[in-house]
Each structure stands twice: as structure tokens, then as C-alpha cells.
């Protein structure tokens, strides 16, 4: 074991083997969280006074925003990574980040707007809380678009990489928005700094399900990243030897 | 408990819409999300295995 390096695992063929072993746990860790957070959040967790039981969105809306701003900064991190350092396996992660944060982008705009209509009245509205998080879709449709459309995989992680790390910016625009400007959208309900202005129950279950969507997150782009490197190096022996080994 | 019946927790208290509404689509989003992850991850190992039939 005294050879392995903080390198070890930058090469795809010991990643691919690495998620092998990690990713049962971490869906196991997926749906037990999940359970967990669904239980607190929907037999535990009391109405609330002024939402009604409307508030119980909250439990996947949250945890969804909160992710397709931390994947966003992860994609723009490995593409970051990738593009400094020519490192192969940190360029396809940046690449297998991409759809998920889209998912969890798509997903807290579409629960915030079924939040929205029985809270505030309306589905839709262009504030900067919201406008911002709709850009961060545009964003990772962006890269996506960008990186798939350039057939030279080296140029492509490069030309990802810078918009990935302009788009950064607006990262901290939505975080920040509701301060910044004055939105429809609520303040931080949850802070550093400050005591949770929220039920335990709700914040436990709220906190359950976002540890759920982490564990989620990171199966799942194993699983794409692993796709993606077992594309791009077809012909390497370790590729063929897991190609016989899986489709057994 | 929060229910006093079944009925009463699909109403969500006349939001049901909303709330499953809300709930489903994330739940279709995160089967449909690893299910064509790991169609990618397959097709890539096939192909990766007929390209070495070919070279034979």
C-alpha cells in the first residue's frame, strides 16, 4: 500500500476498478438515506403553520439546489484540474459531472415552481434567485453542448474548461441573490452563522435527504465517468479486460 | 403520527398536486439518470469488445 499516491486513482483503469467497490455502498447509502429522509420528512416532521404540508417540497427542492451549485464548482474544479495539469481522468469527471448538475438543476427549478404556485401564487417569475439558477441550466446545457460537439477529446476538455470556469461566477450570483437584490425568493433559512430558523425535524429531514442526494451524485457520475474513459481508451489492455470480465 | 388516513396523506391537505407532483418527477429523473448512465458505461464495453474481435 506504500505505493499509493494521491495519484493512484488519476489513472482511469484504477479508477474504474476504485468505483467498482465504492458504488454498491454508496447506492446502498442512496436509498437507506433516502428512506431515512422520506420517513423524518413526511411522518415526523409536523404541518407546517403558515405552508401548510406544500412545505414538504423543501425536503427534495433544497437538497437539489444545494447540489447544482456544488457540482457546478466540482465540474469547473476537475475541468480546471484537467486542463492544468493534463490529467486524463479528472478532465472525463469534469465531463460525467455535467448531466447530473443539469438533473438537479432541472429538479430544483421544477420543485421550486410546484412550490411556488400554491405559495406564492405563481409559477414562474423572473427574480435573481430563479433567473440565475435558470442560467446555471444554460450553463451545464452549455458545456455539454460545447464538449460533445468538438471531436478532438483533448481540445474539447480544454475549450469546457474555459467556460466552465467563466460560468463559475454565476455560482455565487445565485447563492448570493437573495441578499444582493430584493427576490420574491426566501433568505437563507439555513446559515453558518446563525441558528436554523426551522423545526429539528424539518432540518433533520431536510439534511437526510440532501446526504441521500450526495451519495446519489456521486454513484452516478462514477458510474458515467467510468463510461466515459472506458470510450476514450477502447483499445487500452486494462479496457478489454473488463469488457470480458462484465459482459460475461 | 401526522395521518389519520391514507386518503389524508395523498390530499397532503388539498396540495397533492404540488407536493406529488414535485416528488415524482424527481423520482422518474433519478431512475431514468442511472439507467442510461450505466447503457453508456454497457454500449462503451461492447464496443470496446468488438473492436478487439476485429483486430483478430
Known sequence: ?248 | MTWGSPAEFFSMGGYGLYVWGAYAVCLAAMLIEPWLARRQRLEALVAASRTEKDSL
Not at chain 1, 431515512?36 to 401548510?52: H, I, K, N, R, S
Not at chain 1, 460545447?146 to 469546457?160: E, F, M, N, P, Q
Not at chain 1, 432540518?203 to 442526494?213: N, R
Open chain 1, 1 to 248: 500500500m506504500s505505493s499509493l499516491r494521491w495519484s493512484t486513482f488519476s489513472a482511469p483503469s484504477r479508477f474504474y476498478a476504485l468505483v467498482n467497490v465504492l458504488n454498491p455502498w454508496l447506492w446502498g447509502l442512496a436509498i437507506a438515506l433516502t428512506l431515512a429522509g422520506l420517513y423524518m420528512g413526511f411522518f415526523v416532521a409536523p404541518v407546517d403553520a403558515t405552508q401548510g404540508n406544500s412545505y414538504r417540497i423543501i425536503f427534495i427542492h433544497v437538497p437539489a439546489a444545494w447540489l447544482s451549485m456544488v457540482l457546478y464548482l466540482a465540474m469547473a474544479f476537475w475541468a480546471a484540474i484537467g486542463w492544468m495539469l493534463n490529467a486524463r481522468m479528472a478532465s472525463m469527471l469534469a465531463r460525467a459531472i455535467a448531466p447530473t448538475g443539469a438533473v438537479f438543476t432541472f429538479l430544483a427549478l421544477w420543485t421550486g415552481s410546484f412550490w411556488g404556485k400554491p405559495t406564492w401564487g405563481t409559477w414562474w417569475v423572473w427574480d435573481a434567485r430563479l433567473t440565475s439558477e435558470l442560467i446555471l441550466l444554460f450553463l451545464y446545457l452549455g458545456y455539454i453542448a460545447l464538449v460533445s460537439s468538438i471531436d478532438d477529446a483533448v481540445r474539447g476538455d480544454k475549450a469546457g474548461a474555459v467556460l466552465a470556469l467563466v460560468g463559475a461566477v454565476n455560482v455565487p450570483i445565485i447563492y448570493f441573490s437573495v441578499v444582493w437584490w430584493n427576490t420574491l425568493h426566501q433568505g437563507a433559512t439555513i446559515s453558518m452563522t446563525a441558528a436554523p430558523k426551522m423545526a429539528q425535524t424539518m432540518l433533520m429531514a431536510m439534511l437526510l435527504m440532501t446526504l441521500a442526494f450526495w451519495a446519489y451524485a456521486f454513484a452516478v457520475v462514477f458510474t458515467r465517468a467510468q463510461a466515459l474513459a472506458v470510450e476514450r481508451e477502447g483499445h487500452a489492455d486494462w479496457v478489454r479486460m473488463v469488457a470480458r470480465k462484465e459482459l460475461q
